[in-house]
Nanobody, 124 residues
Framework: QVQLVESGGGSVQAGGSLRLSCAAS????????MGWFRQAAGKEREFVAH????????YYADSVKGRFTISRDNAKNMVYLQMNSLKPEDTAVYYC?????????????????WGQGTQVTVSS
């Protein structure tokens, strides 16, 4: 069973950057596809990005494509989300999630392990 802890959130002005990290514990991390989701206040959780076991496959929501980059380091049991050109509408709690499959999914119900989330606030 993988356990996840996110970090790296904070407050930034529009146009700025943040790098979120997700530390995973557990022997099956390298065989888990990983995803990032976010949830703004009063809204449903939404997909941001996912990455496969070996990083061979990544996929992004249209709203973040070209601005965000997901990556992982299996040797360190880490997953990252580099966020550039941030916009106020990116403000949300960001969660990383794991699923015991080769490839990720854009659907939250496909993930069986979640972190506690980290707040990202972008001011205009």
């Amino acid at each position: 069973q993988v356990q996840l802890v996110e970090s790296g959130g904070g407050s930034v002005q529009a146009g700025g950057s943040l790098r979120l990290s997700c530390a995973a514990s557990g022997r099956t991390f390298s065989r888990s596809a990983m995803g990032w989701f976010r949830q703004a206040a009063g809204k449903e959780r939404e997909f941001v990005a996912h990455i496969s076991w070996t990083s061979s496959s990544t996929y992004y929501a249209d709203s973040v494509k070209g601005r965000f980059t997901i990556s992982r380091d299996n040797a360190k049991n880490m997953v990252y989300l580099q966020m550039n050109s941030l916009k106020p509408e990116d403000t949300a709690v960001y969660y990383c999630a794991a699923r015991s499959q080769v490839y990720g999914s854009q659907y939250s119900y496909d993930y069986n392990t979640w972190g506690q989330g980290t707040q990202v606030t972008v001011s205009s």
